[in-house]
């Protein structure tokens, strides 16, 4: 078995652990009568994945949206990203990781060390109060603008060739990726900040997209577990991101090589999304629309 194969199998089975997670902590909050997304809910978790899917990221625009049209209390937007975005990210990088040639060990280091910085980021945001989860919020914002101008302006760097790094920028990247993981939990995704790294250091910039994405949803499944056991979420707007999400993502499916890990993944997840939305389907039937 390749080490990408290996890859894949634990992408799959982090995103079946957040899913059972996901599903029981719906099933205990449908209770309540908080788990039905609204339309904008659902909305947004159709629009933010699909331009997640071409690398513009979704937390950023997330983040903004729910703020603007005061959807999401500002101290549930963390949590409420990492786990409504960690099914459709999962999605992408199965497509990515199996498409794009780039050094294995490298890029299971890489993901690795994001894995353990969202970890412990995770534990961290779930317990801050409101103003300082606010104050996080609004530098990922001015983050996210900074890179958006320096997208526009054409300054961002072109990149090289090589599919992995030298020894020297390899241990420099595991520095940062560390540093994106324990971010992501703030709203700062990581997409642009790799780009930038990857494309730095010498790397081709297609190779970035397996090692950000698969970062991005190992963190994600690590750090979505911790917030869900904490509670500090918004269940309806959460629900609404991962229903939506995960189908908006699977149109890129198409645009890949057909590869069979792939497929076998994507069934799963798939198959774990139906009693979700079986279980929506059902509080829809049953709720007062609010």
């Avoid at 409420?80 to 199965?94: C, I, K, N, S, Y």
């Avoid at 780039?102 to 299971?108: A, C, E, K, R």
């Avoid at 595991?174 to 780009?195: E, H």
């Avoid at 930038?196 to 750090?223: E, H, K, N, Q, T």
Wanted: charged share 10%; glycine share 12%; hydrophobic share 55%.
């Amino acid at each position: 078995m390749t080490l990408v194969a290996i890859l894949l199998g634990a992408l799959v089975a982090g995103g079946c652990l957040l899913a059972i997670r996901w599903r029981s902590a719906v099933r205990a909050a449908s209770q309540t009568g908080t788990t039905r997304p609204t339309v904008p809910q659902l909305l947004i978790g159709f629009g933010t994945n699909f331009f997640d899917t071409l690398g513009i990221g979704s937390f950023a625009t997330t983040t903004a949206l729910f703020r603007l049209f005061g959807l999401v209390p500002d101290e549930l937007i963390p949590g409420t990203l990492m786990v409504g975005h960690t099914l459709p990210v999962v999605t992408q990088a199965l497509f990515f990781i199996s498409a794009v040639r780039v050094d294995p060990w490298q890029l299971t280091m890489l993901i690795a060390t994001c894995v353990a910085g969202a970890w412990i980021g995770a534990g961290v945001v779930a317990s801050l109060p409101r103003r300082a989860v606010q104050l996080g919020m609004g530098s990922a914002l001015s983050v996210a603008a900074a890179f958006m101008l320096i997208g526009l302006a054409g300054w961002l760097p072109a990149g090289g060739t090589a599919a992995g790094l030298t020894p020297q920028a390899f241990a420099f990247a595991l520095a940062l990726n560390f540093l994106f993981g324990m971010l992501l939990n703030l709203g700062i995704g990581n997409y642009a900040p790799s780009l930038v790294l990857f494309s730095l250091l010498g790397m081709d910039p297609r190779a970035a997209f397996p090692i950000m994405m698969g970062s991005g949803a190992f963190a994600a499944a690590a750090a979505g577990v911790r917030f869900i056991r904490a509670g500090r979420l918004h269940w309806r707007a959460a629900v609404g991101l991962t229903l939506r999400g995960e189908k908006v993502c699977v149109v890129a499916e198409g645009a890949l090589p057909e590869d069979a890990r792939v497929a076998r993944a994507l069934a799963t997840l798939r198959e774990l999304g139906q009693p979700l939305d079986a279980r929506m389907e059902e509080a829809q039937r049953v709720e007062v629309w609010t």
